[in-house]
């Protein structure tokens, strides 16, 4: 088998390459590695990057063919960008999505192609990734109740009841192009990547788990963000959570519909905040 290309998918939301570690990481990949790799930056910022910015993040990335793509100020959905990357793809490539704010070091790409070329037929690689001393992917996912894995062995795993999050994930182009019915566009920011595995999961038995460890933040509750800032993160939250158990069946649907219901209750006492019940 000959080396794997890859088309790496990063979005951005109002802030500067620079400031993006994953694109610092993904700078620090060694130049026999980047012919192998192009990347399509998406900017959903509200203003495009400075040609300043624009001359130091192609410094950064030399080697990688990248294409920087600012949405013109609207922040478009990620569904919809994945779904035009998808379009992109070449067959043979592999898809690689990330998010801004995950972590690597230079060997990531090296690793993958090694995974890759050992088990060619294997249409999905996942890295395992880390959050404030917890393995947060791969983790278990039973109807609407995610769980964290306290160990994950690298190799071919099993993938019933497996979830992941979106960044470090590696998608063949054969799969991708030929049998993916594509991201659900109503599932917009959160839970893509649940949308995702839970369509892998229907038509494949395993997965991949690369023997790699990298970084990520979750920061869904960002300090400072004010009422209405959340409100709005908590009701997208909500409804793309229950539109992804809706194709799981009314049981799935209600059952869900109630677990919301407690957390609200969690979130409000989290947050002080009494309002967070009664969103609606």
């Known amino acids: 088998m000959t080396r794997p290309h890859y088309l790496v998918i990063i979005v951005l939301y109002n802030k500067f390459p620079k400031d993006s570690s994953s694109i610092r990481s993904l700078a620090d990949i ?4 980047r012919a192998a790799i192009r990347c399509i930056v998406w900017d959903n910022s ?7 910015q624009q001359e130091s993040f192609s410094t950064m990335l030399r080697g990688i063919k990248y294409d920087y793509r600012h949405n013109k100020g609207a922040n ?22 990330l998010d801004d704010d995950s972590a690597f070091g230079p060997d990531l790409f090296a690793k993958y192609s090694q995974a890759i070329v050992e088990h060619p037929d294997m249409d999905l690689f996942l890295p395992i990734v880390h959050c404030d001393g917890k393995i947060v992917s791969p983790a278990r996912m039973w109807w609407f109740k ?22 470090g994930m590696v998608i063949s182009g054969q799969y991708l ?23 892998y999961t229907a038509s494949h038995q395993t997965l991949y788990v690369v023997d790699y460890h990298m970084k990520h933040t979750l920061d869904f509750y960002s300090r400072g963000e004010n009422f209405t800032t959340k409100k709005k993160r908590f009701l997208e939250l909500r409804r793309s959570f229950l539109r ?25 006492i989290q947050q002080r905040d009494i309002r967070y019940i009664f969103l609606s």
């Open 146 to 167: 995610g769980s964290y894995l306290r160990h994950v062995t690298p190799g071919v795993m099993n993938c019933k009841h497996i979830t992941a999050i979106n960044s």
């Open 244 to 268: 992804l158990m809706k194709r799981k069946g009314l049981l799935a649907y209600s059952l869900t519909v109630v677990y919301l219901f407690v957390y609200s209750i969690k979130f409000s």
């Open 177 to 199: 192009r030929k049998r993916f019915e594509g991201y659900d566009e109503d599932i917009r920011f959160y839970f893509t990547d649940n949308d995702f595995m839970s369509r």
């Open 46 to 52: 509200r203003h495009k990057l400075p040609v300043p």
């Open 76 to 97: 478009i959905p990620l569904s919809r960008l994945y779904n035009q990357s998808i379009r992109e793809l070449a067959v043979e490539e592999y898809l690689v999505l």
């Open 30 to 33: 060694p130049e026999q590695q």
